[in-house]
């Protein structure tokens, strides 16, 4: 065989095998591997905040003539895990004079507006939704007389919200009566460090056993800026409405699991104080060896925020 005849197919061979490599081995493209499945999971499911909103930039400028129009463009991100229907989240402007900026500006607008629904994050949008909100005026003219007008517009979103943890606990129903060496595991306080993608988040559940029942002590937080409401209060008009005491800091629940009923105190609602409220809840065990169970805590609550931003409305030169 001649030296030519050797080297084509040489070159053959090494042409198939890497047809036959690439064919058969190729590289799993980003995002379909478990860690990267895993990880993106754990971004949609923790995180302290919910709703964000923020002014774009220019969108009200600081100074505007009073024959020009007012316009203020407002970001809205669903930062949480939980989606955001039309009937679920409102925005609103206040502080101003409605006799001076007119067309509306103070009327209330739907969060989801344009978008339907403003979807929370998830494992295949770890960002979450977002869209813009305008509130325009084009009436602006100043009294007689008055020259300048500075109103400091408050910007108000409230929405509803739901929290959802599955903290993994150890029961053991013959806690006293049997040794280690029986046990797959050993009842202990389980923490919840970093929230579950909502402004409320479980922050620890103790578990103690006493008798033959399962105690569970399950701390609740505020963790973002803003203040929880009743999840009775009207969002629509929450900027303006008159909320009292009963509309503040109520964060309603339900606790499940899989082993019957739980009794679990306070009953329908948690208030909470400077930020923090407990709910205790206890189970009868059966007479079994200890196990892991999840538990299934679903908190509900309105939230209200708000920033401020100041204008100054000036009277056109004539």
């Given at each position: 065989?001649?030296?030519?005849?050797?080297?084509g197919?040489?070159?053959?061979?090494?042409?198939?095998?890497?047809?036959?490599?690439?064919?058969?081995g190729?590289t799993v493209?980003?995002?379909?591997t478990?860690?990267?499945?895993?990880?993106?999971?754990?971004?949609?499911?923790?995180?302290?905040?919910?709703?964000?909103?923020?002014?774009?930039?220019?969108?009200p400028?600081?100074?505007?003539?009073?024959?020009?129009?007012?316009?203020?463009?407002?970001?809205?991100?669903?930062k949480?895990?939980?989606?955001?229907?039309p009937?679920?989240?409102?925005?609103?402007?206040?502080?101003?004079?409605?006799?001076?900026?007119?067309?509306?500006?103070n009327?209330?607008?739907?969060?989801a507006?344009?978008?339907?629904?403003?979807?929370?994050?998830?494992?295949?949008?770890?960002?979450g939704?977002?869209?813009?909100?305008?509130f325009r005026?084009?009436?602006?003219?100043?009294?007689?007389?008055?020259?300048?007008?500075?109103?400091?517009?408050n910007?108000?979103?409230?929405?509803?919200?739901?929290?959802?943890?599955?903290?993994?606990?150890?029961?053991?129903?013959?806690?006293?009566q049997?040794?280690s060496?029986?046990?797959?595991?050993?009842p202990?306080?389980?923490?919840?460090?970093?929230?579950?993608?909502?402004?409320v988040?479980?922050t620890?559940?103790?578990?103690?056993?006493?008798?033959?029942?399962?105690?569970f002590?399950?701390?609740?937080?505020n963790?973002?800026?803003?203040?929880?409401?009743?999840?009775?209060?009207?969002?629509?008009?929450c900027?303006?409405?008159?909320?009292?005491y009963?509309?503040?800091?109520?964060?309603?629940?339900?606790?499940a699991?899989?082993?019957?009923?739980?009794d679990?105190?306070?009953?329908?609602?948690?208030?909470?104080v400077?930020?923090?409220g407990?709910?205790?809840c206890?189970?009868?065990?059966?007479?079994?060896?200890?196990?892991e169970?999840?538990?299934?805590?679903?908190?509900?609550?309105?939230?209200?925020?708000?920033?401020?931003?100041?204008?100054?409305i000036?009277?056109?030169?004539?």
């Open positions: 065989m001649n030296g030519a005849l050797k080297r197919l040489l070159i053959s061979v090494l042409i198939f095998s890497s047809l036959f490599l690439f064919s058969c190729g493209p980003a995002g379909q478990p860690v990267d499945t895993a990880t993106a999971l754990k971004m949609a499911n923790t995180g302290t905040q919910g709703l964000e909103i923020s002014l774009v930039t220019n969108y400028p600081a100074l505007i003539y009073d024959d020009n129009e007012l316009v203020a463009l407002v970001q809205v991100n669903n949480g895990n939980h989606d955001l229907k009937q679920d989240c409102f925005i609103q402007v206040t502080g101003f004079d409605s006799n001076i900026v007119k067309n509306g500006f009327m209330y607008h739907p969060c507006e344009g978008v339907g629904t403003l979807e929370g994050k998830n494992e295949y949008n770890t960002l939704g977002s869209t813009q909100i305008e005026s084009t009436d602006n003219r100043l009294p007689a007389g008055v020259f300048e007008y500075n109103p400091t517009l910007f108000v979103a409230c929405y509803n919200y739901h929290t959802i943890a599955n903290p993994v606990v150890c029961v053991d129903p013959l806690f006293y049997v040794t060496q029986q046990k797959t595991c050993i202990h306080d389980v923490g919840m460090g970093g929230g579950q993608a909502a402004p988040g479980v620890n559940v103790g578990v103690d056993m006493v008798g033959s029942k399962a105690i002590e399950i701390g609740i937080q963790y973002a800026v803003g203040r929880v409401l009743s999840s009775y209060a009207d969002l629509r008009n900027g303006q409405a008159s909320l009292t009963t509309d503040l800091d109520q964060v309603y629940y339900t606790v699991w899989s082993g019957g009923p739980l679990c105190k306070p009953r329908d609602f948690v208030r909470l400077n930020n923090y407990k709910i205790v206890s189970a009868a065990l059966p007479n079994s060896a200890a196990f169970t999840p538990l299934m805590i679903d908190l509900d609550y309105n939230y209200i925020q708000s920033f401020t931003k100041q204008v100054k000036v009277r056109t030169p004539q």
